[in-house]
């Protein structure tokens, strides 16, 4: 089975940085013209050039994922541009408030489900509705979430909880879509070396350097491979979700961690 994406429409939702990023370029370098999308213009922009720089077919197109306005027009704008979508890593999301579940206000609850679960959603809605009308029907889709999701996060209980509903999303519609030959599966990530990361870390201890320092080294000693992954180790795992190397795969969450969870699996 083929792991080219040669000519293959893919959009990367949340792709101008970290592992959206790795994994656009990853998707580019298989022969893919990838479409990234992100809220801020400078970052998106210049992760097309990067891109377009190592000889990959990439475009950046503002939206905010959150927004089901702008995820319809993103999802036309791929169609009216490339004629179809084939696969889609709908990686968008932000770190989110840090608090204990009873001091989160309702409009953090609010935000964060806006931000992280719905965003999921909308995309899945939209690139499911194209899908199943373009001829040859069908296509993939892998939604990003977290070991936060398998196994809740102290302080972080609203981000754990959007990505735990991330993976039954993801489990109901592959059982809903198989039939239409559209495969739907999960990204499980670990901690992996990206802005999200750091800006998670530096909020929790007030951006107080040395604990900071110390808080990645914690993390390594609890991750049996003894490191944070490089963010292109998760998307190496997104990229072969979409490609028909893993046909017959759908409704799977793929835990991508370095072995965090391993003792709990
Ligand atoms: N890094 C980790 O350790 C880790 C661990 C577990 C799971 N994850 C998950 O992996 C995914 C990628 O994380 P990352 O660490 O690579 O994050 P990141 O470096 O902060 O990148 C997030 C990307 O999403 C975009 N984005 C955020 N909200 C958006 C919105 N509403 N609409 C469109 N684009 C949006 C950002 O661009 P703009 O801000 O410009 O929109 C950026 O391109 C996320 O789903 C995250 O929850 C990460």
Redesign the pocket.
Known sequence: MSRSMEGKIVLV????????LAAAELFAQAGANVVI????VE??QEAEREIRRRGGNAVYMQ????KAAEVKELVDRIVETFGRLDHALN????SGKLARTAEFSEEDFDAEVK??LK?VWLCMKYELEQMQKQSPQGGAIVN?S???GLGGAPMAALYAMS?AGILTLTKSAAQEYAAAGVRINALV????D????RSAVTQMLDGDSVRIAQTFESFKARIPAGRIGN?VEAAEAAVWLCSDAASYVTGHSMIVDGGLTSWAR
């Open positions: 939702a949340g792709g101008s940085v970290g592992i959206g999308a992100a809220r801020g970052r998106g939206a905010d994922v959150s990686n968008a999301a932000v931000a992280n965003s990003t977290s070991v936060n990505k990530a670990g901690a992996f990206t802005d999200l990361l963010p």
